[in-house]
């Protein structure tokens, strides 16, 4: 793979609404915490980091979800998000959304592409 493209993990270790899978990722030159799930029947990555204040999401490894599993939720403060786009939906979170990455799916693999700056 070229470029910052990297292997995260098979397509089968994401369950629609389910845990999220942890990964490292370099963010302005600082190794940070990032996770990918499975919603909406696609991938979503985003840095684990809420964009009300710099604290990680789950409240025990991988588990993003609210109980419903329809959004992702920061477990101290409360502040939830659209699965699909990150965007802030609830919460203290106001219109700051979490940071997108570039995630792509093909044949059964889930790989890492970047982070979205756009």
């Avoid at 985003?46 to 710099?54: D, F, K, M, Q, T």
């Amino acid at each position: 793979m070229a470029g910052e493209e990297r292997l995260i993990c098979a397509s089968a270790a994401l369950v629609e609404g389910g845990r999220a899978v942890r990964f490292q990722v370099d963010y302005f030159g600082e190794s940070a915490p990032a996770f990918v799930v499975r919603f909406g029947g696609r991938v979503h990555g985003y840095l684990n980091r809420c964009g009300h204040l710099p604290m990680e999401l789950d409240w025990r490894e991988g588990e993003v979800f609210d109980a419903d599993g329809r959004h992702l939720i920061c477990s101290t403060h409360g502040a939830t998000y659209a699965a699909d786009t990150g965007k802030c939906v609830g919460g203290p979170c106001g219109s700051s959304p979490l940071v997108s990455l570039r995630m792509e799916e093909r044949e059964g693999r889930v790989v890492f592409k970047g982070i979205d700056d756009g």
